[in-house]
């Protein structure tokens, strides 16, 4: 075997060995699809409560980044993104495009929240200036307490910062308190993340951070759902049936509802937008019959819209799967039916308000 | 298999490894497994900045796309032609080239020159085909997939694509050792008769290697549509254990017939 033979029959072993052990490794260990990303979900999931109804997620950079934010900043009034944007920063000193790398939000139906319906918490990766948001935070009434050794900032009740419009009226409209008022919270738990929302879920997770314990990480049901969300950069999933026993429905409501146990949806935001919306009914029997009317609300919306080009493409892109318990709906929208949409909605806006 | 045989043919592999690697027919090799790679790579590229197409109403993802190549490119063509155009060669180079009285001369048996030229052709196709395919992995799957999730079916490819890299040569090195003009012979049955038997319906289909290269692929087209699901559930495949083994069948037969036609037949040099 000549010199130039050997060195070959080196480099393609080492290609497919190299290759195959990579392969492996990631089989075995998974690589993560980002720094703060584990095969278990979210890093911040640690700090979520293990109760939690509802968790949300979005890589707000990558979202922000995309092609399809970059048409919408474009085409539908990007002055009022613009002030929007500004009018945000100088508030809370985040700018939204570049300090934000992505949230992590929980709905806590068990929590007490105001008038007993529960309690959210936000965790927010990203570059903070702590010093601008607990100063801006003062100027609004909040106090700072110390809670664990942590600055915790309080805000007595939940309350805009800024004047909220009523319609057409230009006049401020009056803050009037909540009932049962729930203390709206902000905290810095690390360096590069920072949980607002309810008082009990932010204090929850400092809780977490500083003594670990049982969170949403350690939920496996729940982990497992999360698993399957990977690969999308906005995504929710929660317990319908939480919800539902939480909300009170008069029985004749209640009873109308599919018997959904868990459902969830992931989104992929780039080009265009694909979504996996998906819902695990409580037995076999009642995923079929989800199943049997999502399909026929498809075919009517099919129906509705062969006359209307910018909603055909997307309700064309609508399709039903799912075995077992799993009915799922599947979207896949490019970027161009977006614009039929803006160029279809153009007029209305246009159209001065009567 | 017995030290006289596997002695010679081990330094046989040795010469005729170097011999066809860098002979004009790897040209033809290097062109054929780099195709994909570049495809892959452009596929990339493309996806960094678009999504992947809807095929059958079911989006492409990089793990079905890298399906999709290893099925349409690698074991629908590039194997078998490379079986074709490798296997049909082992002996009938040394003939057309005048040579083979050489290697007949010396004091070995001519079925350890075969089985020497065999290994060196698989190790040749197998050292060019298996990288490429790692390769295009790499490149293909993180579109929309994960590289530790599909593992299994790289895994299970590599595999395939190495035993259906054996079974073609073996099969045509016999066609190449037992008639005169092997290479048309080997295109028609490649291109011909195993297309053709696939899509008839009944048992023709289990006289070709593709039935049973077929079974080993873990892979399937991007559909959603209920014709295709029930298309799938009734069609008549082997368990991936029957087609090991009627591979490794067709292996060892090919190659005892292939040695014993060498051993037998008597080579005419034309002047």
């Known amino acids: ?354 | 298999m017995n030290a006289s045989l596997l002695r010679p043919a081990l330094r046989v592999f040795d010469f005729s490894l170097g011999q066809m690697l860098w002979s004009r027919r790897s040209v033809l090799l290097g062109l054929l497994v780099g195709v994909p790679v570049v495809l892959a790579a452009v596929v990339r590229l493309f996806a960094a900045s678009n999504q992947l197409p809807v095929i059958n109403g079911a989006g492409l993802t990089g793990p079905t796309l890298f399906g999709i190549l290893i099925w349409m490119l690698f074991v629908r063509f590039i194997v078998p032609v490379l079986g074709v155009f490798y296997g049909t060669s082992l002996i009938a180079d040394e003939v057309d080239d005048k040579t083979i009285t050489y290697l007949f001369t010396r004091p070995v048996r001519r079925s350890a020159v075969l089985l020497g030229k065999y290994l060196a052709y698989l190790a040749c196709v197998v050292l060019l085909v298996l990288p490429s395919v790692v390769v295009v992995y790499f490149l293909v799957v993180p579109i929309g997939g994960h590289i530790g999730e599909s593992f299994p079916s790289l895994a299970a490819d590599l595999g395939m694509l190495a035993i259906g890299l054996a079974a073609y040569g073996a099969l045509f090195a016999f066609v190449g050792a037992r008639l005169k003009r092997p290479l048309i012979t080997g295109l028609v049955f490649a291109f011909g008769w195993e297309t053709t038997v696939l899509l008839i319906p009944g048992y023709l289909k289990r006289l070709s290697v593709a039935y049973y290269l077929q079974a080993l692929v873990p892979h399937a087209m991007p559909q959603d549509s209920t014709i295709n699901v029930l298309l799938q559930a009734f069609q008549d495949q082997p368990s991936v254990l029957v087609s090991l083994i009627y591979l490794f069948i067709i292996v060892g037969v090919s190659l005892w017939l292939a040695g014993r036609a060498v051993e037998t037949r008597e080579y005419v040099l034309e002047q």
């Open chain 1, 1 to 354: 075997m000549t010199v130039r033979t050997r060195y070959f029959v080196i480099v393609s072993l080492l290609v497919i060995f190299v290759g195959l052990g990579t392969g492996l490794v990631a089989y075995y260990v998974g690589f993560p699809t980002s720094a703060f990303f584990t095969r278990n979900g979210p890093e911040e999931l640690r700090f979520l409560p293990s109760s939690a109804s509802v968790i949300a997620y979005a890589d707000v950079r990558e979202v922000m980044a995309s092609e399809l934010r970059q048409r919408f900043r474009k085409s539908l009034a990007p002055e009022a993104q613009e002030n929007g944007q500004h009018e945000f920063q100088n508030l809370t000193g985040i700018n939204i495009e570049t300090d934000i790398e992505r949230v992590v939000g929980c709905f806590d139906a068990t929590a007490s929240g105001s008038a007993g319906m529960g309690a959210g918490v936000v965790l927010a990766r990203g570059t903070f200036d702590n010093v601008k948001i607990e100063a801006l935070m003062r100027e609004h009434g909040a106090k700072v307490e110390d809670y664990k050794g942590k600055r915790l900032i309080v805000a007595d009740r939940f309350s805009p910062p800024f004047p909220v419009p009523d319609g057409n009226d230009s006049t401020p409209t009056p803050r009037v308190p909540p009932q049962n008022p729930e203390t709206f919270s902000l905290a810095f738990i690390e360096p590069g993340l920072v949980a607002l929302g309810s008082t009990t879920l932010v204090q929850h997770a400092i809780d977490l951070h500083v003594g670990g314990g049982e969170s949403a990480a350690t939920n496996e049901e729940l982990v497992s759902h999360v698993k399957a969300l990977e690969g999308g950069n906005v995504w929710a999933l929660g317990r319908m049936d939480v919800l539902r026993a939480r909300a009170k429905l008069p029985d004749i409501v209640a009873n109308q509802l599919p018997p959904i146990t868990w459902f969830s949806v992931r989104g992929r935001i780039n080009g265009g937008f694909q979504a996996l919306l998906s819902a695990e009914a409580r037995d076999d029997e009642s995923a079929k019959n989800l199943r049997d009317v999502v399909r026929g609300f498809l075919a009517l919306a099919k129906l509705q819209t062969s006359s209307k080009p910018e909603f055909q493409r997307f309700v064309e892109s609508l399709e039903l799967s799912g075995t077992g318990r799993t009915v799922a709906l599947s979207l896949d929208v490019p970027s161009q039916v977006f614009d039929l949409l803006g160029a279809a909605a153009a007029p209305q806006l246009a159209r001065p308000q009567q």
